[in-house]
């Protein structure tokens, strides 16, 4: 039995389908028919128990959004690598040279970073 290359997606496009629709029906469910109780204690900001104080618009050290960018980028950089590994042999020396190239790339970059001290806390 051969399938063509379309129908093998099916499955697929049926359980995105249903994952969304899942989604879409239960968030209409709780805006229907949950409470719409809305009390100055309940709309008022809750930070684990702690009550709030001064303002929350203080800017903050553009070294935390860094860190936050690097690490989205070497865990993106690890998402590349495992269907690699797990076709490690398949690939042939063709795919070894490519995830070598591009682990070189991303070694500079992170080479790059490191000269420039974007990793460095304290000035």
């Given at each position: 039995?051969?399938?063509?290359?379309?129908?093998?997606?099916?499955?697929?496009?049926l359980m995105f389908i249903v994952?969304?629709?899942?989604?879409?029906?239960?968030?209409?469910?709780?805006?229907?028919?949950?409470?719409?109780?809305?009390?100055?204690?309940?709309?008022?900001?809750?930070?684990?128990?702690?009550?709030?104080?001064?303002?929350?618009?203080?800017?903050?050290?553009?070294?935390?959004?860094?860190?936050?960018?690097?690490?989205?980028?070497?865990?993106?950089?690890?998402?590349?690598?495992?269907?690699?590994?797990?076709?490690?042999?398949?690939?042939?020396?063709?795919?070894?040279?490519?995830?070598?190239?591009f682990m070189g790339f991303l070694?500079?970059?992170?080479?790059?970073?490191?000269?420039k001290g974007a990793l460095k806390?304290?000035?």
């Open positions: 039995m051969e399938s063509s290359g379309l129908a093998l997606y099916i499955p697929v496009g994952a969304l629709g899942f989604v879409v029906v239960t968030m209409l469910a709780t805006h229907l028919l949950g409470p719409k109780r809305k009390t100055i204690v309940k709309l008022d900001a809750f930070e684990c128990g702690i009550e709030g104080k001064g303002n929350a618009r203080l800017p903050f050290n553009i070294k935390y959004f860094l860190v936050a960018i690097l690490f989205v980028l070497f865990d993106v950089e690890v998402i590349f690598m495992y269907p690699w590994a797990v076709n490690f042999k398949e690939l042939g020396m063709v795919g070894f040279v490519e995830m070598a190239l070694l500079v970059g992170f080479f790059y970073l490191l000269k806390w304290e000035e």
